[in-house]
Each structure stands twice: as structure tokens, then as C-alpha cells.
Nanobody, 124 residues
Framework: QMHLVESGGGLVQAGGSLRLSCAAS????????MGWFRQAPGKDRMFVAG????????YYANSAEGRFSVSRDNAKNTVSLQMNNLKPEDTGVYYC?????????????????WGQGTQVTVSS
């Protein structure tokens, strides 16, 4: 069992920045690709960004491309999401997830483990 704990959410004005972090424990972190998803109120959980097991490959939703940056530190068992130029539509609960087959990193139903989420609210 892998345990994931997100942190770093909060309230920020449009145009601001936040850095989310996810700490993993319980399994070998480098065995897993990692992803970030957002769930807005009343909507499905949507892919935001993902990173391969070694950090060499990154993946972004169109809405995140150019504004967000995902990275991981396998020595510290953490994955981060740097979010810049935030917009009100970025508001939601952000979840960190882990999956063993990175080809499915954009597909939430393929993930093996999820964190509890952290709230991000962007005011206009």
C-alpha cells in the first residue's frame, strides 16, 4: 500500500502562484509514475500533469501547458506541481496519484493510489 499526502494548497489571487507537494510512503516510489488531477465542484476529476518514474518525461493537460511544471525527487519520495499565472478556472481539489504503467498517466481510472487532496482556490 502506498500512502500519499498532498500539501501546499490555499487561496490565491488570479495571476499568482502556488506550489503543491505530495509525499509518498509505503512502496518504492521510483516504481511508479505520478500524476496530478483536479476536481472542481460538481465535475469529474481531470488530469492536470504527470511525470514518469525517473522524471525524464512530463505530461500536461492543454490548460496547464506553459503555466504548470511537474517534477519529482525520488531521493525524497516527493512529487511537486508548480503552478504559475493561476486562473479562477484552476480552482478545485488537487489530488496526487500513483500508477505503475506511465502510458496511462492521463487516465485517472488507471491509477493505483490516491492522496486525500488539497484545496486550491483562485479568486478573480
Amino acid at each position: 500500500q502506498m500512502h500519499l499526502v498532498e500539501s501546499g494548497g490555499g487561496l490565491v489571487q488570479a495571476g499568482g502562484s502556488l506550489r503543491l507537494s505530495c509525499a509518498a510512503s509505503g512502496r518504492t516510489f521510483s516504481d511508479f509514475a505520478m500524476g496530478w488531477f483536479r476536481q472542481a465542484p460538481g465535475k469529474d476529476r481531470m488530469f492536470v500533469a504527470g511525470v514518469s518514474w525517473n522524471g525524464d518525461s512530463t505530461y500536461y493537460a492543454n490548460s496547464a501547458e506553459g503555466r504548470f511544471s511537474v517534477s519529482r525527487d525520488n531521493a525524497k519520495n516527493t512529487v511537486s506541481l508548480q503552478m504559475n499565472n493561476l486562473k479562477p478556472e484552476d480552482t478545485g481539489v488537487y489530488y496526487c496519484g500513483a500508477l505503475q504503467n506511465q502510458r496511462w498517466v492521463r487516465y485517472g481510472q488507471k491509477y493505483d493510489y490516491w492522496g486525500q487532496g488539497t484545496q486550491v482556490t483562485v479568486s478573480s
